[in-house]
């Protein structure tokens, strides 16, 4: 059974740094694209970073680009999302989710590209 598991949300003050896990079963990220997105209640998922695990090529969202960094453990089959000066504005609920690879560079943020999605984890960061 293919399934995602999220993990390392909490409550950070802003400045700090958190790190998620994601961790499949059932099939390796090694053979997928894999993305991390996030959603605030009354909004669109929207997506954060993606990893081809296959080349390892990363792409971020403007808004967390030169603070988030996504990677991936093919020893443990989990995708990272460490998250340093985190600000207010970057609370949300945070899913990773797997794509039958290939993902165009088009579509790698968007959230109708992915097929398999985590339960999510809260990330609230406090001002």
């Known amino acids: 059974q293919v399934r995602l598991v999220e993990s390392g949300g909490g409550s950070v003050q802003a400045g700090g740094s958190r790190r998620l896990s994601c961790t499949a079963s059932g099939y390796t990220f090694s053979s997928f694209t894999v993305g991390w997105f996030r959603q605030i209640p009354g909004q669109e998922r929207e997506g954060v970073a993606a990893?081809?695990?296959?080349?390892?090529?990363?792409v971020y969202a403007d808004s967390v680009k030169g603070r988030f960094t996504i990677a991936l453990d093919n020893s443990k089959n989990t995708v990272y999302l460490q998250m340093n000066s985190l600000k207010p504005e970057d609370t949300a609920m945070y899913y990773c989710?797997?794509?039958?690879?290939?993902?165009?560079?088009?579509?790698?943020?968007?959230?109708?590209?992915?097929?398999?999605w985590g339960q999510g984890t809260q990330v609230t960061v406090s001002s």
């Open positions: 989710a797997a794509a039958p690879y290939y993902v165009s560079a088009v579509g790698i943020l968007r959230a109708s590209t992915y097929y398999d």
């Open positions: 990893i081809y695990g296959g080349s390892l090529r990363t």
